[in-house]
């Protein structure tokens, strides 16, 4: 897809991934929306990337419905739109996970990409065109001991990610799913796992994800993971159907 001049709306703007992307895509010359919270953090990166800063909760869908509308005012059109928020909380035995914080990452992590769906869904099948990114997770694709609500949470978008591609299939708004495998962010303040200095940088995740948007044909699901965890000579955009065949073992 073109993203020189292209609108673009990020969620969880503010850090992490979500901050590299915005990097990524005004590199190529995209036109920032970066959306997150109230936050010193949104500000700075919205001035930084010369974008439109746009607080927004995701799990209120009346502010959701606000930051189109921004965006609409703002710019006319939304090209594409980046489901990034994400939480997550501290790996542990299901049997000792406060069911509190399971609903809150629920509520983060699906429903506010659902809402960041519909909302946009509705905007681009009106303008005739669009996109949707929805960043997942390799957890949503292998079970892991004592990661089983986070990887819940993911599963349940991959399944949203994979019927909504079917309902738009006759249409021109394009569905894509990104599986990053762990990377460097502030998702792990609670509790950094043992190879936390192995996980990837998430300027690499954001380029790569970028890279792929920017094929004539980007590839739907893209799974991204170290290079040091995949075999010599694996492509840099590895669809997710071919991913066995280049992990190692």
Known sequence: MELRDAVVVVTGASRGLGEALTRSLVARGSRLVVSATPSSDLNRVGREVRGLIAPADVTDPRQI?????????AYGRIDLWINNAGIRIPQMPVADVDPSRVHQMMEVNFFGAFYGCRAALRLMQRQGFGAILNILSSAALKPRPRSAAYAATKAALASLTQSLRLETA?????????YPGGMKTRLWDEQRPPDFNRHMEPSYVAAVMVENLAQDKPISDLAIFNP??????????????RLTDYLIR
């Open 65 to 73: 419905e606000q930051l189109v509308a921004k965006t609409l005012a």
């Open 170 to 178: 006759s249409t021109n708004v394009r569905i894509y799913g990104a």
């Open 228 to 241: 040091d965890q995949l075999q010599a000579g694996a492509p840099r955009l590895l669809p997710l159907a």
